[in-house]
């Protein structure tokens, strides 16, 4: 249908709990695109196919209307990648849009576990020393961070048997940054959560000024896939990781605390 921002708020306000549900929940099975003040959406289940129910939680507010664009460069190999990197940030506006002097950065890889480059489960060492290099370049001060999966107790042991594996060490030094040693951790509330409403955070993430992302898109035994939302699970301490598991057993529980954090 194509209507008016309003007449589709209004719609959404005065639907069903369950349908008001999904608009919030789901939007990522139809389509929500604005054109000035009109808007088109294509509807692709309904929320009883999706199993929703009244009983699960609920998101508050309104209708979430992103804006965002996307940015692909093509890179036929990790041996182009610093220049790939180069292109694809200048397109974004420049390192100076995300990292300004004297911040701490946190490149957020994904350090699943201890495994090469090429088993192509972590963030790859070439990506991250391009990034590293362009934020450092701009005053900034980057350092690697990461906890590992749910199996590996957060200790400098442990992080530098992985730095190590999946070339860190390598990538912090071609690009002039840190790793991160600190195995410390914050808590953190947040309130409006809608499953989950306090964590323990790694503690460079806590006191960065920025986070970037950089996370690596594979498969997933449980979520299907792994990307940045995926990514940012590796913020959770060692083995506290095991317990958001064993409680959130539910694929759809378990994405919503994702969301959450």
């Given at each position: 249908?194509?209507?008016?921002?309003?007449?589709?708020?209004?719609?959404?306000?005065?639907?069903?709990?369950?349908?008001?549900?999904?608009?919030?929940?789901?939007?990522?099975?139809?389509?929500?695109?604005?054109?000035?003040?009109?808007?088109?959406?294509?509807?692709?289940?309904?929320?009883?196919?999706?199993?929703?129910?009244?009983?699960?939680?609920?998101?508050?507010?309104?209708?979430?209307?992103?804006?965002?664009?996307?940015?692909?460069?093509?890179c036929k190999d990790y041996?182009?990648?610093?220049?790939?990197?180069?292109?694809?940030?200048?397109?974004?506006?420049?390192?100076?849009?995300?990292?300004?002097?004297?911040?701490?950065?946190?490149?957020?890889?994904?350090?699943?576990?201890?495994?090469?480059?090429?088993?192509?489960?972590?963030?790859?060492?070439?990506?991250?020393?391009?990034?590293?290099?362009?934020?450092?370049?701009?005053?900034?001060?980057?350092?690697?961070?990461?906890?590992?999966?749910?199996?590996?107790?957060?200790?400098?042991?442990?992080?530098?048997?992985?730095?190590?594996?999946?070339?860190?060490?390598?990538?912090?030094?071609?690009?002039?940054?840190?790793?991160?040693?600190?195995?410390?951790?914050?808590?953190?509330?947040?309130?409006?959560?809608?499953?989950?409403?306090?964590?323990?955070?790694?503690?460079?993430?806590?006191?960065?000024?920025?986070?970037?992302?950089?996370?690596?898109m594979k498969t997933h035994?449980?979520?299907?896939?792994?990307g940045a939302i995926k990514?940012?699970?590796?913020?959770?301490?060692?083995?506290?990781?095991?317990?958001?598991?064993?409680?959130?057993?539910?694929?759809?529980?378990?994405?919503?605390?994702?969301?959450?954090?």
């Amino acid at each position: 249908c194509l209507a008016n921002r309003e007449k589709i708020r209004n719609k959404i306000q005065n639907d069903s709990p369950e349908t008001q549900y999904f608009w919030r929940n789901h939007r990522h099975l139809g389509c929500i695109r604005f054109y000035d003040t009109s808007v088109v959406l294509n509807f692709h289940a309904t929320p009883r196919q999706l199993g929703c129910h009244r009983n699960f939680p609920k998101l508050r507010g309104e209708v979430l209307i992103m804006e965002n664009k996307v940015y692909i460069v093509r890179c036929k190999d990790y041996d182009d990648v610093e220049d790939t990197i180069g292109v694809l940030i200048d397109l974004m506006g420049g390192m100076g849009r995300f990292a300004k002097p004297g911040e701490k950065i946190v490149l957020k890889v994904n350090l699943l576990r201890e495994a090469r480059p090429e088993a192509a489960v972590s963030t790859h060492p070439s990506v991250v020393a391009a990034v590293g290099r362009l934020a450092r370049e701009t005053g900034a001060i980057p350092v690697i961070a990461d906890s590992p999966g749910g199996g590996y107790r957060y200790t400098r042991k442990t992080l530098d048997k992985i730095y190590t594996t999946t070339r860190m060490h390598q990538a912090a030094n071609q690009a002039g940054i840190t790793v991160n040693w600190d195995t410390s951790s914050r808590p953190v509330s947040y309130a409006e959560g809608v499953l989950t409403k306090h964590f323990d955070i790694i503690t460079p993430v806590y006191e960065a000024d920025a986070v970037f992302n950089l996370c690596k898109m594979k498969t997933h035994l449980f979520t299907v896939m792994t990307g940045a939302i995926k990514n940012i699970f590796g913020v959770i301490p060692g083995l506290s990781k095991t317990g958001y598991h064993a409680k959130l057993h539910d694929m759809q529980r378990f994405t919503a605390m994702l969301l959450d954090l």
